[in-house]
């Protein structure tokens, strides 16, 4: 009673959890529901078996012709279906002629059911030791024969699609379903024309079925040959040009694409910590399964900067929940966004503000000077000779004075002051809480020897550089920002009269 247990009910509960597994990976499909069905007939032998040896010697030569050999018969049928099916033969054939074709057997199967013919199964039994045995007569001999052979005639359209195959992954996936044929051919001819008594159970070929489907399984699982779209959805995987990364809910990545790698490589960080790099409030979302539709995110390490947007959703990968992310670097585009939002308010060649910018900030300081009761001062700069030297080195030149004289203001006024350039040579900056005359005229003596001392060259000859300069106080020289520059520029046209290369601040 213990021996069968192990002998048949374990492999019947096998067939069972393999069949089952097949056919909810895609009901759909034929393939799943033939190879189900493969399962089926080899649980529907080993049942046969365990019950055929459970009951007396009389009941073996019925139970053998009217259900064992009616499912062995069926067998060679579905077996044949599945592997036209596989390599894609079915489409070549007439509709009169497939499936009907394969499942003529089940004539075979009515004449054995309504008649007494035992030509296609073992009709003497007898019991020794632990099993009762067929008799290895010429109807068994018959019948195995007729089933080693139809197994190796699998190898036909399997090896003629082998040869047709156009990709690694089909050639790969034929070769193993050949090698598992000649396995189990082999197995079925070892084990089913020797006879070896009681030292095994009855019909040990039928185990040739339990590793056949068992190859069939590890196969599928391998190459997922039952549900080939899979395999196209792998290439889009690996060619989609957006990163994408598979996480568990703890958020340990499972799989990530090349383009995935790549991008994080290029940003020198570890694609396998990204869950420790995302917001809190992005792994909330997950934890609380929400949606995750074109959220933005930045991402740091040291001097790189990553941008980049994220969609995701939750899956079912071996009936575990995943989550899925893509990502998409945007940090070109946040770039442009914030270079054009820049210039919105800034020269494009000194980077310094424009004349809008500076106002808007001029007024506001004005406005907190007065609050607080300190001065303020505006300071006007225009280049000495600028056009000289423009026509005689050229624009491009002229461009690098221009910055050149921005690089030294922004020097001189950080942190507090802000500078920018009004347009051509003239530029302009202003400091906040001033709290004599004698800073500003120190400020303005740290300017003019910034550019004496930071010589600019051209062609290793330096170039002498000089600027006419007009500073005017708040509230002393005006109480709104027009009037300010207004005084400062008058004050640098006295300096403009007088010979240049100077400064003056109005009192």
Same mark, same amino acid.
């Given at each position: $009673?213990?021996?069968?247990?192990?002998?048949?009910?374990?492999?019947?509960?096998?067939?069972?959890?393999?069949?089952?597994?097949?056919?909810?990976?895609?009901?759909?499909?034929?393939?799943? %529901?033939?190879?189900?069905?493969?399962?089926?007939?080899?649980?529907?032998?080993?049942?046969?078996?365990?019950?055929?040896?459970?009951?007396?010697?009389?009941?073996?030569?019925?139970?053998?012709?009217?259900?064992?050999?009616?499912?062995?018969?069926?067998?060679?049928?579905?077996?044949?279906?599945?592997?036209?099916?596989?390599?894609?033969?079915?489409?070549?054939?007439?509709?009169?002629?497939?499936?009907?074709?394969?499942?003529?057997?089940?004539?075979?199967?009515?004449?054995?059911?309504?008649?007494?013919?035992? $030509?296609?199964?073992?009709?003497?039994?007898?019991?020794?030791?632990?099993?009762?045995?067929?008799?290895?007569?010429?109807?068994?001999?018959?019948?195995?024969?007729?089933?080693?052979?139809?197994?190796?005639?699998?190898?036909?359209?399997?090896?003629?699609?082998?040869?047709?195959?156009?990709?690694?992954?089909?050639?790969?996936?034929?070769?193993?379903?050949?090698?598992?044929?000649?396995?189990?051919? *082999?197995?079925?001819?070892?084990?089913?024309?020797?006879?070896?008594?009681?030292?095994?159970?009855?019909?040990?070929y039928l185990y040739g079925g339990v590793l056949w489907c068992f190859f069939l399984r590890q196969t599928m699982k391998k190459y997922d040959f039952l549900n080939f779209v899979d395999k196209r959805y792998e290439k889009m995987f690996n060619l989609n040009p957006a990163a994408i990364l598979l996480l568990d809910h703890q958020g340990n990545i499972k799989e990530a694409n090349p383009s995935a790698k790549q991008l994080f490589d290029r940003f020198r960080l570890d694609y396998a910590e990204f869950y420790a790099l995302i917001s809190e409030e992005i792994r909330q979302r997950i934890h609380n399964l929400e949606a995750i539709s074109h959220v933005e995110m930045t991402l740091h390490n040291g001097d790189h900067r990553l941008d980049v947007l994220i969609d995701g959703d939750y899956l $079912?990968?071996?009936?575990?929940?995943?989550?899925?992310?893509?990502?998409?670097?945007?940090?070109?585009?946040?770039?442009?966004? %914030?270079?054009?939002?820049?210039?919105?308010?800034?020269?494009?060649?000194?980077?310094?503000?424009? %004349?809008?910018?500076?106002?808007?900030?001029?007024?506001?300081?004005?406005?907190?000077?007065?609050?607080?009761?300190?001065?303020?001062?505006?300071?006007?700069?225009?280049?000495?000779?600028?056009?000289?030297?423009?026509?005689?080195?050229?624009?491009?030149?002229?461009?690098?004075?221009?910055?050149?004289?921005?690089? %030294?203001?922004?020097?001189?006024?950080?942190?507090?002051?802000?500078?920018?350039?009004?347009?051509?040579?003239?530029?302009?900056?202003?400091?906040?809480?001033? *709290?004599?005359?004698?800073?500003?005229?120190?400020?303005?003596?740290?300017?003019?020897?910034?550019?004496?001392?930071?010589?600019?060259?051209?062609?290793?000859?330096?170039?002498?550089?000089?600027?006419?300069?007009?500073?005017?106080?708040?509230?002393?020289?005006?109480?709104?920002?027009?009037?300010?520059?207004?005084?400062?520029?008058?004050?640098?046209?006295?300096?403009?009269?007088?010979?240049?290369?100077?400064?003056?601040?109005?009192?």
């Amino acid at each position: $009673m213990i021996v069968p247990i192990f002998t048949h009910l374990v492999p019947i509960l096998f067939f069972v959890y393999m069949g089952i597994e097949v056919l909810m990976r895609n009901s759909k499909k034929v393939e799943h %529901r033939l190879v189900s069905l493969t399962s089926l007939c080899f649980l529907l032998l080993f049942m046969e078996e365990y019950v055929r040896n459970q009951l007396p010697l009389d009941y073996s030569p019925e139970l053998a012709a009217k259900w064992f050999s009616t499912i062995g018969i069926l067998i060679p049928g579905i077996g044949f279906h599945l592997f036209i099916k596989l390599s894609n033969l079915d489409k070549k054939l007439p509709r009169f002629v497939y499936p009907y074709l394969f499942y003529l057997p089940v004539l075979f199967v009515l004449v054995n059911l309504f008649t007494n013919d035992k $030509m296609i199964s073992a009709n003497e039994f007898y019991h020794e030791g632990l099993w009762k045995l067929p008799v290895y007569n010429k109807p068994y001999y018959i019948a195995m024969t007729a089933s080693i052979v139809n197994n190796l005639l699998y190898l036909i359209p399997l090896m003629k699609v082998r040869a047709n195959a156009k990709t690694r992954e089909l050639r790969e996936i034929y070769h193993q379903l050949i090698f598992g044929v000649l396995i189990s051919a *082999t197995w079925f001819t070892v084990f089913g024309l020797i006879d070896f008594g009681s030292s095994l159970p009855p019909y040990p070929y039928l185990y040739g079925g339990v590793l056949w489907c068992f190859f069939l399984r590890q196969t599928m699982k391998k190459y997922d040959f039952l549900n080939f779209v899979d395999k196209r959805y792998e290439k889009m995987f690996n060619l989609n040009p957006a990163a994408i990364l598979l996480l568990d809910h703890q958020g340990n990545i499972k799989e990530a694409n090349p383009s995935a790698k790549q991008l994080f490589d290029r940003f020198r960080l570890d694609y396998a910590e990204f869950y420790a790099l995302i917001s809190e409030e992005i792994r909330q979302r997950i934890h609380n399964l929400e949606a995750i539709s074109h959220v933005e995110m930045t991402l740091h390490n040291g001097d790189h900067r990553l941008d980049v947007l994220i969609d995701g959703d939750y899956l $079912m990968v071996e009936y575990q929940p995943y989550i899925i992310l893509i990502l998409r670097d945007i940090t070109k585009q946040k770039e442009d966004q %914030r270079e054009i939002t820049f210039l919105a308010y800034h020269d494009p060649l000194t980077r310094l503000p424009n %004349r809008r910018y500076f106002y808007d900030n001029l007024e506001s300081a004005i406005q907190e000077a007065g609050n607080l009761q300190h001065k303020l001062a505006v300071v006007l700069i225009d280049l000495d000779y600028f056009k000289e030297i423009n026509d005689k080195y050229g624009h491009q030149f002229g461009d690098q004075v221009l910055m050149h004289v921005a690089n %030294r203001i922004q020097e001189t006024i950080a942190p507090d002051g802000m500078a920018a350039r009004l347009g051509g040579d003239e530029f302009v900056f202003f400091i906040p809480s001033v *709290t004599s005359m004698l800073q500003v005229e120190s400020m303005i003596h740290h300017l003019q020897n910034s550019l004496e001392q930071h010589e600019l060259l051209h062609a290793q000859h330096p170039i002498s550089l000089s600027m006419s300069i007009g500073a005017s106080l708040f509230p002393d020289n005006g109480k709104d920002g027009d009037a300010l520059l207004n005084s400062a520029d008058k004050a640098m046209y006295k300096v403009k009269h007088k010979g240049k290369n100077a400064y003056h601040i109005l009192t």
